[in-house]
């Protein structure tokens, strides 16, 4: 707490005010809350036509965080060809198997990367591929299960040059 | 690129066990034109052409399904698992959006 009021009274003297009263002091704090928690936020958020797909695919059904690992290089130099690896979490036995892994990158024009099928023949839910990526942005994976339960993970990927361009 | 040069390649191990979990690389050539770029001197959009789908079928079932989008970089490679079963072809499939197909059949050895 005190070192927020430093702060606010910090605030308070660049605006030119000697004394901080109480209305300030709860204008000022609200604004450094909404700043706080403002931040985070923007990071967890997904595009609206990325969200869109991803909600047309799950039609309603609850999407759960976890069991979906996705790696990718930390840098792309070059965004025309990045390697990416999606590996999901499952037994993949007759009863209990991934059915579809659903790839999107959240920033792309065209934000669907792809659809891949898998069944308990697989062995694993284990896929790598190469995709192009327009601008540093979050890699999306979406399993879908043979019981319905949907899984999500993401990653992001800084691109220092686009492959989308023409 | 013409549509003659279009190769597929397939990697797999020479021989597996049965039960054993083998990795299945593979690499198709193809430009993969996203419908995004614009020929530069007319204006006009380049029209898309993509390999959108790829499926593999091992012991009579089909064990890959994979729907592209332009996304998919070009000479799109990739790479997957599957159970061994039994000695016998595992065919590839390929099909873009001009509406050509390209196959690729390799001998999958179980010991």
């Known amino acids: 707490m005190q070192s927020k009021l430093d702060t606010t009274n910090s605030l308070a003297k660049m605006v030119g005010q000697p004394r901080i009263n109480r209305r300030t002091f709860l204008t000022l704090a609200g604004i450094g809350a909404v700043g706080i928690s403002a931040i985070p936020f923007a990071a967890e958020a997904t595009p609206q036509e990325t969200q869109s797909k991803i909600d047309s695919i799950a039609g309603g059904r609850p999407i759960n965080e976890g069991r979906v690992d996705i790696t990718l290089p930390e840098i792309a130099e070059n965004g025309g060809t990045v390697p990416v690896s999606v590996a999901v979490d499952s037994p993949m036995s007759e009863n209990d198997f991934v059915k579809a892994v659903h790839v999107f990158a959240d920033d792309n024009p065209l934000p669907e990367v792809a659809s891949y099928y898998f069944g308990p023949h697989n062995g694993k839910a284990d896929f790598s591929m190469r995709i192009r990526l327009g601008k540093t942005q979050k890699v999306v994976a979406m399993a879908e299960m043979n019981n319905g339960e949907l899984f999500i993970g993401r990653k992001e990927i800084k691109v220092t040059l686009g492959g989308c361009g023409g | ?111």
């Open chain 2, 1 to 111: 690129m013409a549509k003659a040069d279009i190769k597929p390649r397939i990697r797999i191990p020479k021989s597996v066990k049965a039960g054993e979990i083998f990795e299945v690389k593979t690499l198709i050539s193809h430009e993969m034109e996203t419908g995004l770029r614009v020929n530069k001197e007319t204006g006009a959009k380049i029209p898309r052409d993509i390999i959108n789908e790829m499926k593999v079928n091992y012991d009579g079932k089909e064990v890959l399904r994979a729907v592209w989008q332009p996304s998919v970089s070009a000479n799109p490679y990739t790479s997957f698992f599957v159970m061994a079963t039994k000695s016998g072809p595992m065919e590839f499939i390929w099909s873009d959006d001009s509406g050509t197909s390209y196959n690729k059949t390799v001998e999958v050895n179980v010991s």
